[in-house]
């Protein structure tokens, strides 16, 4: 009989910390009403700015330990905005982005390093056009609150990463080669509700 207790209280134990451990994930929808994807490139003396108005996806979070979390995302790159129609236009177009056959740029992550109290090295795999290529983004994890609907928790977070638009396909025409950097500095502000 004691052999059974016991066998009853180490299995409801058991039960009870697996319990503990699935309430801790969390899987966080991005906003795109309050999320972006900014970028800044050098243009001969200076800097031009632009974003990505519709950024997608999901963060799946465990708040106990974020170096567990994954995040899926992805930018649909006819929401390119530069405050130049003409430009916005020649940045969806074969020479670059290609919007009509790559319509979305997506990251997912493989893992998490923690390099600070609310900061981390997230690794993954970033798409854009038909490439793909691995990249760190520098991830700060801005907080957690209630939401505005009973019952939900808004996230906010931010990374900042640099690429090359050489190693994507997107340096453009030759004339373009030299008044273009090619380093391109992003910045994703993003918010998600769970």
Known sequence: ??????????????????????AAVETYTIDPVHSSANFTVRHM???F?????????????D?????????????DVGSVNTANEKRNDHL???????????????FTSKSWKKTGPDTYDVTGDLTIKDVTKEVVLKVTALGF???????????????TTTIKKSDFG??????LGKVLGDDVAVTLSVEAGA
């Open 92 to 106: 969806k177009s074969p020479d670059f982005f290609d919007f009509a056959k790559f319509g979305t740029m997506t």
């Open 1 to 22: 009989m004691k052999n059974i207790t016991r066998l009853v209280l180490a299995s409801a134990l058991v039960l009870g910390l697996f319990a503990s451990a699935q």
């Open 45 to 47: 003396v200076s800097r």
């Open 170 to 175: 997107l340096s453009g025409p030759a004339m």
């Open 63 to 75: 708040r106990d330990n974020l170096e567990k979390s994954t995040v899926h995302a992805a930018v």
């Open 145 to 159: 609150s209630p939401g505005m609907k009973p019952g939900t928790t808004l996230s906010g977070w931010e990374a």
């Open 49 to 61: 700015s632009g974003s990505f108005t519709k950024v997608t996806g999901t963060i799946v979070v």
